[in-house]
């Protein structure tokens, strides 16, 4: 079979069956040649890679940065927008997530969804509550850069005991999120964050405590993204996989923002 690698294919010993043997004799600028040749990529080998998984990542977020622009200027005249966004964005991702194969198109559509509704979600924030966005993103970049500076030096890695924990932790987050959310559309509680900015412990609003948590999980979920990646790489898991890993940190780093967001306007409120 012959080989991908172009080093190997343009070269007569390795395209050739029985050219060595009918005389033809490497010498030293072949072999020099051949060692100064680029290794084989992500698209000559198929296979995932950490460049060409950053690649797709960069991609999907340079969408969802430009849908977000979009809906920063458009929600002021057009209040939908987020709401059409976290919509989509949320049958996307669920449709995502369940998918065995990963498709580059519907996660690109969900990019842009999500941009939608971040953008929209922060000029509501902005407008409220002036400066809480730039401090969101401010302090979403420093828990993405701290987590996967940790996770690169080894000092972070996922275990089974510690994602056991992590995934009762979503559950019980999840129950809290529907039940706040069905006490505040239902008229219970007239604060807009509901139990987060109403109930206090030891006089700490239960929002701040729970949107700590929330951003400890976070940056636990960007560990297991980084370990999918590394394990994909090192597995020589298909290149296409590589969308799954931008998929997961996209999907990651937007609720880290979200939750960072709605933790500065409690704290303000």
């Not at 060692?35 to 698209?43: E, K, V, Y």
């Not at 996660?107 to 002036?130: D, K, M, W």
């Not at 370990?227 to 997961?248: E, H, L, T």
């Amino acid at each position: 079979m012959a080989s991908s690698n172009p080093a190997f294919s343009r070269n007569a010993a390795f395209g050739a069956p029985g050219a060595v043997a009918a005389g033809k004799v490497l010498s030293d600028s072949d072999l020099q040649g051949m060692f100064n040749a680029p290794s084989a990529g992500a698209q000559d080998t198929d296979r995932m890679s950490y460049e060409d998984t950053i690649f797709k990542t960069v991609l999907s977020f340079a969408l969802l940065l430009t849908a977000a622009g979009a809906a920063w200027l458009l929600t002021p005249s057009m209040p939908f927008l987020p709401f059409l966004g976290m919509i989509v964005g949320l049958v996307l991702g669920l449709v995502n997530t369940f998918k065995k194969q990963p498709s580059p198109a519907l996660i690109l559509t969900y990019a842009a969804a999500e941009g939608l509704f971040v953008g929209g979600i922060s000029q509501i924030f902005e407008q409220i509550y002036p400066g809480v966005v730039v401090q969101a993103v401010l302090a979403t970049l420093v828990v993405v850069g701290v987590t996967l500076a940790l996770f690169a030096n080894g000092k972070v890695r996922a275990s089974k005991r510690a994602t056991k924990v992590f995934l009762v932790a979503m559950v019980g987050y999840f129950v809290f999120s529907l039940v706040n959310v069905g006490l505040v559309a239902f008229g219970a509680i007239d604060s807009p964050f509901g139990l987060s900015s109403s109930v206090t412990i030891f006089g700490i609003k239960l929002g701040l405590v729970i949107g700590v948590l929330a951003v400890l999980m976070a940056a636990y979920s960007l560990v297991l993204d980084f370990d999918f990646i590394q394990r994909g790489v090192n597995n020589r898991a298909p290149r296409k996989f590589g969308w799954s890993g931008a998929f997961g940190i996209m999907v990651t780093v937007v609720w880290l923002y979200v939750e960072l967001l709605r933790l500065f306007a409690i704290a303000r409120n």
